[in-house]
């Protein structure tokens, strides 16, 4: 929370970063399905060709994700008052969603793969498509991670947990592929369906996420609390009370409170000094903050804080 509150990015800011790590998932997952599919059908890994089925899933992610923020960094309007930021967190959701039909279509999969086995080819190729595989979803999985953290983005998170399961994926496929080269068992059905199961999982968590954002959930606590302080910190401030959140989306937050200042005070300078408290949230932190002014003897300790 140092330097400002949770999230504080500009909305500009937030379009142009989302939008080019979204462009850098499309290209990169186009190139992992053609490598998976290629190898997977080469060598008749049914799990393998659905990795590569799953990548195209993420590659229409990472597109869903570029409209979300396209569509959130657009300015408000009279319909839309409060701006477009929801959308993000719309974004977000659809990818959840598909995390978790990629997660149910992997399991079909696997199941069928066990009832009726087909025969496997090993090359150099699959090994080598499904180690660089696994490197590049990791490295995608962290590049998301901190992007989505640094700016509170569900959508972005979204996407890092689902790099994430890739590169769980994957490294099912090469383990089975291994047993299966050294050990003549075949397991690809089996690790098809285990991964499926943790992909499941993961999504059905991230759906209730974007969901209680899109319902709107109580604000954070540390985001409360530094408003609060800062708040507290300034000029002839006795106490704070009825503090709200509204939040409209990543980076358009409008807040209330009621902040007392003392009744014998010039009401022109408490005025400027409430003006000044408003104009460095939106400045600093991208929060549309305003202040309702009670009056209270001086040195008054009766003011609560956050809403009390």
Request: proline fraction near 4%; glycine fraction near 10%; hydrophobic fraction near 45%.
């Amino acid at each position: 929370m140092a330097g400002g509150s949770k999230g504080a990015v500009h909305p500009g800011v937030r379009h142009l970063v989302g939008s080019s790590a979204s462009g850098k998932g499309v290209l990169i997952n186009l190139v992992l399905v053609a490598a998976k599919m290629t190898a997977g059908i080469l060598s008749g890994s049914v799990s393998l060709v659905a990795d590569g089925f799953n990548n195209l899933m993420d590659a229409a992610a990472s597109v869903i994700t570029w409209a979300g923020f396209k569509m959130a960094g657009k300015k408000a309007d009279k319909e839309h008052p409060f701006g477009h930021g929801r959308y993000e967190y719309l974004a977000g959701l659809g990818t959840a969603v598909l995390i978790l039909v990629v997660g149910i279509e992997l399991a079909r999969s696997g199941v069928t793969e066990i009832l009726h086995p087909t025969p496997l080819t090993l090359s150099p190729l699959l090994f080598v498509v499904l180690a660089g595989s696994i490197l590049v979803k990791t490295w995608m999985a962290v590049y998301y991670g901190r992007l989505g953290r640094r700016m509170t983005s569900s959508a972005l998170k979204a996407v890092s947990a689902d790099s994430r399961n890739d590169a769980l994926a994957t490294g099912a496929v090469l383990l089975s592929a291994a047993i299966f080269y050294w050990g003549d068992v075949q397991l690809d059905g089996w690790a098809a369906v285990v991964v499926a199961l943790f992909i499941v999982q993961s999504g059905v968590g991230l759906v209730r996420e974007t969901i209680s954002q899109l319902v709107g959930e109580a604000p954070d606590p540390e985001l409360v609390d530094y408003i609060s302080e800062k708040i507290a910190r300034c000029d002839l401030v006795q106490g704070i009370h009825d503090l709200i959140v509204h939040d409209y989306g990543p980076g358009r937050r409008y807040v209330s409170a009621h902040v007392e200042m003392p009744d014998d005070e010039d009401p022109v300078v408490t005025h400027g000094i409430i003006d000044a408290i408003e104009r460095s949230f939106l400045e600093e932190d991208h929060i549309h903050l305003i202040i309702h002014y009670d009056p209270v003897p001086r040195d008054s300790k009766a003011g609560s804080r956050a809403g009390e």
